[in-house]
T-cell receptor, first 112, second 114 residues
Framework: AQSVTQLGSHVSVSEGALVLLRCNYS??????LFWYVQYPNQGLQLLLK??????LVKGINGFEAEFKKSETSFHLTKPSAHMSDAAEYFC??????????FGTGTSLTVIP | GAVVSQHPSWVICKSGTSVKIECRSL??????MFWYRQFPKQSLMLMAT?????????EQGVEKDKFLINHASLTLSTLTVTSAHPEDSSFYIC??????????FGQGTRLTVV
């Protein structure tokens, strides 16, 4: 079975500061891991994904995430936060049937 | 990536009526689509897997007679909320399976039942 835990339902950072959003997963098979961003009343936009290969994955808008099997983690980072990064972020794990299981989400606030 | 369009973007209906939400894959033939529901301030919960030409597969706890899914073509899946009640008010999002790893999401439909 697959599941995702996102630590911290709300994260606030100052503009220009490091963004770190935490995600831990549980999967009975090698995981496919994803980070999505959701702006108010909109669907989900893919930020990045890990399937196989390099464990450090770079995505859009300067975000990256590192798959750490030993820690069962897939934390999302960005070196310098922008005001436009304020949104809801979801970590997800995909099963073999291509069904996605999402974490509860982390709301990112960027303080000017 | 695939372009997925949902219609309507928002809908208000009276309690007891039915409402249909469409999910279209505009540039990709989708044999499999997924329907999710998202309550305010919560995550997305998978409701069902929609398979073209066959019956949908529902997740545990989702009433198949209340949430009717039809996937009659490779580009269209519909979700009909029958006899809607205020507790059905939610944000409904569909996604399209592309290849082995990708899923592209629609922009969502905000349903309010009054």
């Amino acid at each position: 079975a697959q599941s995702v835990t996102q630590l911290g339902s709300h994260v606030s950072v100052s503009e220009g500061a490091l963004v770190l959003l935490r995600c831990n997963y549980s999967s009975s098979v090698p995981p496919y891991l994803f980070w999505y961003v959701q702006y108010p009343n909109q669907g989900l936009q893919l930020l990045l994904k890990y399937t196989t290969g390099a464990t450090l994955v770079k995505g859009i808008n300067g975000f990256e995430a590192e798959f750490k099997k030993s820690e069962t983690s897939f934390h999302l980072t960005k070196p310098s936060a922008h005001m436009s990064d304020a949104a809801e972020y979801f970590c997800a794990v995909r099963n073999t049937g291509n069904q996605f299981y999402f974490g509860t989400g982390t709301s990112l606030t960027v303080i000017p | 990536g695939a372009v997925v369009s949902q219609h309507p973007s928002w809908v208000i209906c009276k309690s007891g009526t039915s409402v249909k939400i469409e999910c279209r894959s505009l540039d990709f033939q989708a044999t499999t689509m997924f329907w999710y529901r998202q309550f305010p301030k919560q995550s997305l919960m998978l409701m069902a897997t929609s398979n073209e030409g066959s019956k949908a597969t529902y997740e545990q706890g989702v009433e198949k007679d209340k949430f009717l899914i039809n996937h009659a073509s490779l580009t269209l899946s519909t979700l009909t909320v029958t006899s809607a009640h205020p507790e059905d008010s939610s944000f409904y999002i569909c996604s399209v399976k592309v290849g082995d790893t990708e899923a592209f999401f629609g922009q969502g439909t905000r349903l309010t039942v009054v």
